[in-house]
């Protein structure tokens, strides 16, 4: 065959090849097959000086065309390929702006933190701090430094959890009485919320409930001060309708002492089944009275100086009333569809 006619067959078996090649990496085969050191347009340019004179200018002329038109070809494909890679990468990578965005699930506050927050800010609306303390107590905290010496019959009423010897967990926040008063000088004011522990599991008792202790000690307090407080604060979480009402008590570290209850608002008073005042229409919402003066000598402060009133409430039931739910065990087991309806 003339070399010219073997030289146009390669230039169409590459240009063909190249034209169906699909990637950047074929391409550079091809090269190398058509254009490189050993191809065979490469060994024809080479032989041209021994063929007969009056062939090689010719030869020589449409080897370089060859070359150079596969040389161009190849780019061309090789811009094509790349133009079509980066489009599919765009597409690949395309973000639709449209689309609804991913839903965080979104936690709301338990029932309990509820009442507490309000009864807190209520309280700091008023000048109050507030303080947090050990959940683990000791027994001095917890019992006698509020006049609850061992032995005393009232510590059997609280079913306490013993940690170690001279160890509890604390039976009510009113340990914080005492350790409020012995890290400050008079004036005080502090509320004191925190969990609280006791051997107790009905229906209205869970073995860890919410307390929120108060405190105030100054010069002239009284029980006027304490009821004017209480009214305020229940007015403030239950709304203007709530009734209260104040019952003469008992407790150690108190004297005089009381409780507030706050009417029904499960049954108002009128289902003598209900399983949340047991038909009382009344709910024990807190204990309370005034520092006993034997309380303030403990800690060095002045009883000829310095009254005060102290008060400790269960946020938890709080919340049954105020929403109206009757089983205080369901507040703790964490069940979401029980959580989510606040
Ligand atoms: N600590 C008492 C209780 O748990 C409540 C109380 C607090 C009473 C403060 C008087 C003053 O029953």
Not at 188 to 197: F, I, K, N
Request: proline residues 6%.
């Amino acid at each position: 065959m003339a070399v010219s006619a073997r030289i146009e067959e390669l230039k169409s078996e590459a240009l063909a090849a190249v034209a169906a090649s699909d990637s950047t990496a074929a391409l550079e085969d091809l090269r190398v097959r058509y254009l490189g050191r050993s191809a065979e347009l490469t060994e024809i340019k080479k032989s041209i000086g021994s063929l007969p004179a009056e062939e090689r200018k010719e030869v020589g002329r449409s080897a370089n065309l060859a070359s150079r038109e596969i040389e161009e070809t190849i780019e061309e494909q090789r811009a094509g390929i790349a133009l079509a890679e980066r489009e599919e990468r765009l597409r690949a990578e395309a973000v639709d702006v449209t689309l609804p965005g991913v839903a965080f699930p979104k936690g709301n506050l338990h029932p309990s933190q509820r009442i507490i927050d309000d009864v807190v800010d209520f309280f700091v609306g008023l000048g109050y701090r507030v303080a947090e303390g050990p959940e683990v107590e000791t027994d001095y905290y917890n019992f006698t430094a509020l006049g609850i010496p061992p032995g005393h019959p009232a510590r059997t009423m609280q079913d306490t959890f013993f940690v170690d010897e001279g160890l509890v967990l604390r039976t009510q926040t009113s340990p914080m009485q005492i350790r409020t008063m012995l890290s400050q000088e008079p004036p005080v004011y502090v509320v004191c919320p925190g969990r609280t522990y006791r051997r107790d599991s009905d229906p209205t008792h869970t073995p860890m409930f919410h307390q929120i202790e108060g405190l105030a000690v100054d010069r002239g307090l009284t029980l006027g001060h304490l009821k004017g407080t209480l009214a305020a604060m229940a007015r403030h979480v239950f709304g203007e309708d709530v009734k209260i009402r104040l019952r003469p008590s008992y407790f150690q570290f108190t004297e005089p002492s009381v409780e507030l209850d706050v009417s029904c608002f499960i049954c108002g008073g009128d289902d003598p089944g209900c399983k949340v005042c047991k038909g009382a229409g009344w709910l024990e919402m807190l204990g309370a009275g005034m520092v006993d003066p034997g309380v303030l000598e403990e800690v060095g402060y002045d009883p000829e100086e310095y009254t005060g009133y102290a008060f400790g409430m269960g946020p938890d039931r709080m919340a049954m009333v105020k929403y109206g739910i009757p089983d205080l065990r369901l507040f703790f087991e964490g069940d979401l569809r029980f959580l989510r309806q606040f």
